[in-house]
């Protein structure tokens, strides 16, 4: 019988290993690395294999052999898939120092590295690939608006609105209206259990505490309420606490703390219209991005308020180019130029505007007192 060259062998490993016999397959491959082991095919064939099955760490010696051979983007965007799914962020950074030239004008790798950095709680380290990617690709909203996520997590605010702002686009003054109640029907279910959602009511009221030191809270208004977490949130001093929310499910939620005085169902602009009550304090945690034009917001809020009634909501933030845009996710931010204006106009008065994490990306919270 003739022995097969190595081309044959090589399709034969592959044959193997398209109908499921992996083990074969791979014996085959170490045959041949061990006869020529700066053969990159099939170095490159026993990584993706291994990867394939999802042996990373068998896999890894392999890629790192191919790259010693010779530097291909390929291998290099396997290897750093290789060690993200692995969660080695510091071999991840190695590789990327190593390989900084070469990764250095490719927007993809750039951005899936960074994001994945960040997402490990690596903001920093995150940020100069995001930068980078945003820079290489200055027309990909996703990229700016991950590089804002970073940003403000890594406590630079005011860099993180610009970034923000540079993923929005102009708001035309069309009210198109998101299925707001359709969403909330599926992320009512488990809403509780994400810590995110109980951070947009945690960051207000720290807001609101630094904003008006001491001062008591008596009667509260929420607008857009969602499940309650606020309410749980309130201190014995509150005398009343109504909620107001457009999603029947996040209301049903909300009703079964039995801690409301009252919830209404309906868009929170309607719904205060036809309230006759005034009330010492109004919040609204992460809710007024589902609305566009806030002047209805403001008009309603400064006149339900009592005197010095205080009004401490957020909002995701826009630059003072424009009073309103519309994100990536179709929804609205506002810039702070725009919102003391209004404020302004219906008597209310700035006592903070903070910079901070809304969702992943920055927002504005804010507190106004009625003066
Ligand atoms: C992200 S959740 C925040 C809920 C709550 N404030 C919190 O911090 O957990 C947004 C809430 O706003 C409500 N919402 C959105 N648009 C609304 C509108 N126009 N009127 C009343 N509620 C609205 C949604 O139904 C949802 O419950």
Redesign the pocket.
């Known amino acids: 019988m003739t022995a097969l060259s190595r081309d044959e062998m090589f399709e034969q490993a592959l044959g193997l290993f398209r109908v499921g016999k992996i083990e074969d397959s791979v014996g085959l491959l170490r045959r041949l690395c061990d006869a020529d082991p700066n053969d990159q095919p099939v170095l490159r064939a026993l990584a993706t294999f291994h990867s394939n099955v999802g042996d990373l760490k068998g896999a890894i010696p392999y890629y790192l052999r191919d790259l010693r051979c010779g530097i291909t983007l390929e291998t290099v965007r396997s290897l750093g898939a290789a060690y993200i799914n692995l969660g080695d962020t510091s071999a991840l950074e190695a590789l990327a120092e190593e390989m900084h030239d070469l990764i250095w004008d490719d927007e993809v790798i750039l951005q899936v590295w960074g994001f994945n950095l960040w997402d490990r709680k690596l903001a920093a380290k995150s940020i100069p690939f995001l930068k980078r990617a945003a820079q290489l690709a200055p027309d990909t909203p996703l990229f700016h608006y991950n590089l804002s996520a970073a940003l403000i997590s890594a406590e630079r605010p005011e860099e993180a609105v610009q970034a923000y702002a540079r993923h929005v686009t102009p708001w035309t003054g069309a009210c198109t209206q998101k299925d707001?109640i359709g969403e909330?029907k599926t992320v009512s279910q488990g809403y509780d259990d994400n810590g995110l959602?109980h951070s947009?009511?945690e960051r207000l009221l720290r807001c609101y505490g630094d904003a008006v030191p001491a001062r008591r809270l008596r009667s509260v208004l929420e607008?857009?309420?969602?499940?309650g977490?606020?309410a749980t949130k309130m201190p014995a001093s509150a005398t009343s606490i109504w909620g107001?929310?457009?999603?029947p499910d996040?209301l049903d939620a909300a009703r079964a703390r039995g801690i409301y005085d009252r919830l209404l169902e309906g868009?929170?602009v309607t719904v205060m219209e036809g309230i006759s009550e005034s009330f010492d304090t109004v919040f609204s945690?992460?809710?007024l991005y589902?609305?566009a034009d806030l002047r209805p917001v403001f008009t309603n809020v400064a006149r339900l308020l009592k005197p010095e009634g205080v009004f401490a909501f957020s909002v995701d933030p826009m630059t003072d180019e424009q009073d309103i845009a519309v994100t990536l996710k179709g929804e609205f931010c506002h810039s702070r130029a725009y919102l003391r204006r209004l404020a302004a106009e219906v008597g209310l008065s700035e006592r903070l505007i903070e910079i901070q994490m809304h969702r992943a990306p920055p927002g504005f919270f804010c507190v106004f007192k009625k003066l």
């Open positions: 707001v909330y959602h947009f009511t607008l857009g309420c969602g499940t977490l606020l107001i929310d457009i999603s996040m868009d929170l945690a992460c809710v589902h609305i």
